[in-house]
Nanobody, 123 residues
Framework: QVRLVESGGGLVQAGGSLRLSCAASGSIFSIDAIGWYRQAPGKQRDMIAAIINGGHTNYADSVKGRFTISRDNAKNTVYLQMDSLKPEDTAVYYC?????????????????WGQGTQVTVSS
């Protein structure tokens, strides 16, 4: 059973830092792309950071210079280091991955979502 399991959300003061983790588990052949989305109340879910198989990263303009995405391939884990947090960063943060999984009929590329973790930044 393939899952994305997140941790690290919580409450932090403006200017502070948090690190989110997302571990992919299950019969995974490869992580083709993995990243983070966030959704604030009343707003759409937006991609904020992603990293692809070759190591390329991209960030939403709103978090460039403050957030850093990284991965530990041996652990099938992606991290989001969030520094200089602002109240407008308050949102539910979701891990998303494009995974090639192993099935009984061969490999299959699929998109998975984590359960979401709340990040709240106080003024």
């Amino acid at each position: 059973q393939v899952r994305l399991v997140e941790s690290g959300g919580g409450l932090v003061q403006a200017g502070g830092s948090l690190r989110l983790s997302c571990a992919a588990s299950g019969s995974i052949f490869s992580i083709d792309a993995i990243g983070w989305y966030r959704q604030a109340p009343g707003k759409q879910r937006d991609m904020i950071a992603a990293i692809i198989n070759g190591g390329h990263t991209n960030y939403a303009d709103s978090v460039k210079g403050r957030f850093t995405i990284s991965r530990d391939n041996a652990k099938n884990t992606v991290y989001l280091q969030m520094d200089s947090l602002k109240p407008e960063d308050t949102a539910v943060y979701y891990c998303n991955a494009v995974l090639t999984i192993t099935t009984d009929v061969g490999n299959s590329q699929r998109n998975y979502w984590g359960q979401g973790t709340q990040v709240t930044v106080s003024s």
